[in-house]
């Protein structure tokens, strides 16, 4: 997704401003500490949240819990629309082909419910556009377990690692990190020519006014005597602000109902497999996964992880041919230092960094990694576990290590277990440890997920009418 990122329709005022509630995140406020935000409270925030108050709207990082202000804070008969409205009409807009220019492409085609949130598909990036023949850079990452990031930073403080210590950037949307706001990220692909392709914010209200639930929408976010509809600038920021409080609606976006959040409420027992893939996962002498996708949190209070810290990492994950951008041989995806990212370019030691996604529901994925170059979870286990002791394998007979990034970036390439090579130069994973890490991932699957494809059903995206 290349689309624009920054503030810029939130710019003018007033809008529907969303600010922190207080009351709410005082442990996550008390943590970002002038942009330097400390890991494990942050993410102690979050948990906690999401185990006492499973019913209401999540709120994790400093700029995440959804309050309305300004002029548009009131709906109908001066009301505050409720959470539970605007997570309603967040779904249906979620789910709403009519609001892309070819008529077929929902933010649901791409994340999709069945695969949680993810692609529907193997294929590594998914089409789009005004013909549905336009293709991104990048593999749709599943939208579970990701409320309220903490917002980007160069330096994190990682609290559970590094000994806190600075551990460089963190946090953000996307695979770079560019944007913070989940209102702000929604509008990106409703505007990316590859993706739902409208022209312009008047091009998305027009679609919005003639969609099924316009009336809805209107009647629950007009102020008394007028029509929000009228007003384009407040349809677009509603529409932003209830696909924010739907991405934070738990039953949808983070139930934490796998069979390992069952382990950790004492209700279910690991398999001998998944255990030893459990150690393997943890060990920092073996897979030392832990260390980028935490499986436990820093705090006792705490239970549910997120399998991701949000850190930003040069894998030196293999080029892959079939995304079309790809076949300029001079073109490279870098990530953090750009090209669609643009404020990070004079930082070369960025180059090949991407955000660590996390592990929930990666079992229901066919595609891997940011270009989506594997399509299983063995493929990447043992990439993790041959990168450096086979690189035939992966970069092609007689061709460089790492071919998607420039020479002069290899440096940035991570060398920890479990890439780094024993001692006596084998792998760090045998095949059977990748099995077991295997058996341990697939207990990281939401319980909804275990039954494809019924709950597709309720949700599919059909083409909006008059389109093919
Ligand atoms: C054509 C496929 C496609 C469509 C349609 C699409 N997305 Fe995405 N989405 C992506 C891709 C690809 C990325 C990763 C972009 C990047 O890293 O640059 C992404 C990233 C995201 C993220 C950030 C996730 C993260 O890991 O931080 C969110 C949130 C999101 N999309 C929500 C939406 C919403 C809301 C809509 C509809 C308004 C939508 N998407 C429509 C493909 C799509
Ligand atoms: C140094 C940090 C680090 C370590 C250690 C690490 N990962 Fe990752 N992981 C990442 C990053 C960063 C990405 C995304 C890289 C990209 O797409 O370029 C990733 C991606 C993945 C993916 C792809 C997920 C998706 O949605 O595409 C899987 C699966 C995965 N890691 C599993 C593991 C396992 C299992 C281990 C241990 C054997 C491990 N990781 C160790 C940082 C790490």
């Not at 993790?384 to 970069?395: E, H, V």
Request: aromatic content about 8%; hydrophobic content about 35%; proline content about 10%.
């Amino acid at each position: 997704m290349n689309g624009p990122s920054g503030p810029f329709v939130m710019a003018r005022s007033p809008q529907p401003v969303i600010v922190r509630r207080s009351a709410l995140l005082s442990v996550g406020e008390s943590v970002s500490l002038s942009g330097i935000l400390l890991r494990g409270l942050a993410l102690s925030a979050c948990a906690w949240l999401g185990l006492t108050l499973p019913t209401r709207l999540q709120a994790c990082s400093a700029d995440d819990i959804p309050v309305l202000t300004g002029k548009y804070s009131k709906g109908a008969h001066g009301q505050e629309p409720t959470q539970e409205a605007l997570v309603a009409l967040g779904r249906k807009i979620f789910f709403d082909p009519s609001l892309s220019a070819s008529g077929r492409q929902a933010c649901a085609s791409c994340h999709s419910p069945a695969h949680g949130f993810g692609p529907p598909n193997a294929l590594p990036v998914q089409p789009g556009g005004l013909r549905m023949d336009g293709f991104g850079l990048r593999a749709t990452p599943s939208l579970r377990y990701q409320h309220g990031p903490q917002a980007f930073t160069e330096h994190y403080i990682d609290l559970m690692d590094n000994n806190g210590q600075d551990s460089g950037p963190a946090g953000g949307r996307t695979w770079d990190g560019r944007v913070n706001q989940a209102r702000e990220q929604a509008l990106m692909p409703l505007l990316d020519a590859q993706e739902m392709a409208n022209h312009g914010l008047s091009d998305i209200v027009a679609r919005l006014r003639r969609a099924p639930y316009a009336a809805e929408f209107d009647a629950l976010l007009s102020l008394p005597g007028t029509h929000i509809l009228d007003d384009e600038e407040g349809v677009i920021s509603w529409m932003l602000t209830a696909i924010e409080f739907y991405e934070q609606s738990p039953e949808d976006f983070h139930p934490f109902s796998s069979k390992y959040d069952d382990y950790l409420r004492g209700r279910a027992q690991l398999s001998a497999p998944e255990k030893r893939g459990f150690q393997i996962f943890n060990d920092p002498e073996r897979g030392n996964c832990a260390k980028c996708h935490p499986s436990v949190t820093p705090s006792s209070t705490v239970i549910f992880p997120r399998f991701t810290d949000f850190e930003f990492a040069a894998l030196g994950v293999p080029r892959n041919p079939r995304i079309p951008a790809n076949r300029d041989a001079a073109f490279f995806d870098l990530g953090l230092c750009g090209p669609v990212r643009h404020d990070l370019s004079d930082h070369p030691e960025y180059c090949g960094m991407f955000r660590a996604p996390t592990l929930r529901n990666v079992a229901v994925r066919r595609s891997f990694f940011h270009n989506g170059v594997f399509h299983s979870l063995r493929e990447v286990l043992s990439f993790y576990a041959t990168r450096d002791t086979d690189p035939q394998r992966w970069y092609g007979r007689g061709q460089p290590r790492y071919n998607d990034l420039p020479a002069r970036h290899h440096g940035n390439v991570n060398q920890e277990p479990p890439f780094k090579p024993l001692p006596n130069g084998q792998p760090r994973l045998s095949p059977r440890d990748i099995d077991d890490l295997q058996a341990f991932l697939n207990t990281l699957t939401d319980r909804d997920l275990m039954s494809q494809p019924s709950p597709t059903k309720r949700l599919m995206v059909r083409p909006a009418p008059g389109h093919p």
